[in-house]
């Protein structure tokens, strides 16, 4: 692997820690093109953070090759408020040279658009709503699990239609509603009745948000049901948005990414509608990125 940083000054690193895998990017600091390199985040973190920051220096040194570091800058995924992330940060900075800044995954997407200090929303396999309005000031909101919480995301989007569908039967319907056929079909229920107990038999949210789509093609297909079901999570995810301004978040703008919010314009426009009626001073914005853009500026507001 080439040198990278020896011409042009040393390098800075962005890195995008998920919950399935980790990006990093290298940049050098006086321009020119830059070096990614991606692996599975199992393939090296251990949720514990010296051994974490061992393995993810072990990461950059593999990207760096050889060139000098000046800074890194980091969202993680599961650093969840502001100690998990200045322990990680602790952490990697005891073991290199260069600077280091550790923030929450969900603040990459307002930090590649230009909005340091904004609100960031994920709506992907789990959700949560991030602002950190000064450097030692972190706001969180949601990410509490796709049983408890999670809203709008695919996970309990799939909780959500599930209850729908319940409901539904209570009341007397029959499975030639399209949510209920989209529902029992994708989840292979034998039985009606064994509906929420083929829900629970999932272990992860992981596992449960792939059945997400069954959802958006209900409501495609004119199901009230399932467009309700979308609106409410578009409404629930705005108002993650709504309490983190509530607490003094301070922000103008709210950038919303992931997975699910990108891929499915029905629970854009519910999320867009839903900020309108719970915080419409808050200007929307959908990133549609790469989050490592994001660590990439943060690392370049060390040097």
């Not at 800075?12 to 070096?35: F, Q, V």
């Not at 050889?66 to 969202?75: E, L, Y």
């Not at 040279?97 to 658009?113: C, G, I, Q």
């Not at 709504?242 to 992931?258: Q, S, T, Y």
């Amino acid at each position: 692997m080439s040198s990278l940083g020896s011409a042009l000054g040393p390098l800075s690193i962005g890195i995008d820690i998920g919950g399935t895998k980790t990006h990093l990017r290298a940049l050098p600091d006086g321009g020119g093109e830059g070096r990614d390199l991606i692996v599975t985040s199992a393939s090296w973190r251990r949720r514990d953070w010296d051994e974490d920051a061992e393995g993810l220096l072990a990461l950059v040194g593999q990207l760096a090759g050889g060139a000098p570091v000046g800074a890194i800058g980091i969202g993680a995924h599961g650093c969840d408020d502001a100690e998990e992330c200045k322990a990680l940060e602790t952490a990697v900075a005891a073991r290199t040279s260069a600077r280091v800044a550790v923030v929450n995954d969900a603040e990459l997407m307002p930090l590649a658009l230009g909005f340091p200090g904004q609100i960031g929303v994920v709506a992907g396999t789990g959700s949560i709503a991030v602002c950190r309005p000064a450097p030692d000031r972190m706001l969180v909101a949601g990410g509490w699990g796709w049983i408890v919480g999670d809203e709008g995301s695919a996970a309990a989007l799939v909780r959500q239609a599930v209850r729908a569908v319940a409901l539904h039967f209570d009341r007397g319907g029959d499975a030639t509603e399209p949510l209920a056929a989209a529902i029992l079909a994708s989840l292979e229920v034998k039985a009606i009745p064994r509906l929420g107990s083929t829900l629970g038999q999932l272990r992860s949210a992981a596992e449960v948000g792939v059945h997400a789509v069954a959802v958006f093609a209900a409501a495609e297909r004119g199901s009230l049901l399932a467009n309700q079901v979308i609106r409410e999570g578009g409404r629930m995810l705005a108002e993650l948005a709504a309490l983190l301004d509530a607490r003094g978040a301070g922000a103008a703008h709210v950038v919303a990414g992931g997975s699910v919010i990108v891929e499915q314009p029905s629970l854009w426009a519910a999320f867009v509608a839903g900020l309108g009626e719970t915080a419409g001073h808050l200007t929307p914005h959908l990133f549609t990125g790469k989050p490592v853009e994001g660590a990439c500026a943060l690392a370049q507001m060390q040097r």
